[in-house]
């Protein structure tokens, strides 16, 4: 594709419940991030991939978090008994190659809401 | 622990004149400080990059200005234009690290008045 994209672009979501995030990369792309962006914040690292298997989940708040990227390709974060403070935008970005300064390209992001 | 502390939090400049935002960092082994331009509803883009050797880095009139012993870096926008207005955040990275994730800057609003 032309760029990293992620759906749905605006989730709301009632506390306790479950949602699932998807992130499409750039065609390509083996590595994978997922960051979180509060309301006049700077994005904060949550999980990288390189190609189907989590290499960095150090960002991850808690285990309500969880993310896969199955086939090396697309992937879904998943929270699991949303709570009010994970309302906030969830950057993907990929970028071509894990070594190196390799630019990571970010998607628009997902804004969640949890009320 | 925030480890690279942006500033200001926001700033107005008029058209023609120049932008300043600046950071500074605490971890010195990080080796990589990209700034990136993010607008209204989009994801952050890669402005301009610089790594350690080099004191300044210029793209346009975008300039990164570095300083090692100080642990601090900036970004200068010339002769700034109202199509500038955006956040701008500075990040950090660290070739020591595997995944070299970003440390983010809270960020700095910047409006251009024409």
């Known amino acids: 594709g032309a760029g990293v994209s992620q759906t749905p672009s605006n989730k709301v979501t009632e506390k306790g419940k479950y949602v699932e995030l998807r992130c499409d990369p750039i065609s390509g792309h083996t590595a994978l991030y997922w960051y979180r962006q509060s309301l006049g914040q700077g994005p904060e690292f949550l999980i990288y991939?390189?190609?189907?298997?989590?290499?960095?989940d150090s960002g991850l708040p808690n285990d309500r978090f969880f993310a896969v990227r199955p086939e090396g390709s697309v992937s879904t974060l998943k929270i699991q008994r949303t709570e009010r403070g994970d309302s906030a935008v969830y950057l993907c970005?990929?970028?071509?190659?894990?070594?190196?300064?390799?630019?990571?390209?970010f998607g628009p992001g997902t804004r969640l809401t949890v009320l | 622990q925030q480890q690279v502390k942006q500033s200001p939090q926001s700033l107005i400049v008029q058209k023609g004149g120049i932008s300043i935002i600046n950071c500074a960092y605490e971890n010195t082994a990080f080796d990589y400080f990209p700034w990136y331009q993010q607008f209204p509803g989009k994801g952050p883009a890669l402005l301009i990059a610089?790594?350690?050797?080099?004191s300044e880095k210029k793209e346009g009139r975008f300039t990164i200005s570095f300083n090692k012993s100080a642990k601090q870096f900036s970004l200068h926008i010339m002769d700034s234009q109202p199509g500038d207005s955006a956040t701008y955040f500075c990040?950090?990275?660290?070739?020591?690290?595997?995944?070299?994730?970003?440390?983010f800057g809270s960020g700095t609003r910047l409006l251009v008045r024409p």
């Open positions: 991939f390189q190609g189907t298997g989590a290499a960095d």
């Open positions: 990040a950090a990275s660290n070739e020591g690290d595997s995944s070299y994730k970003l440390i």
């Open positions: 970005a990929s970028s071509s190659q894990a070594g190196g300064y390799n630019e990571q390209f």
């Open positions: 610089i790594r350690p050797d080099v």
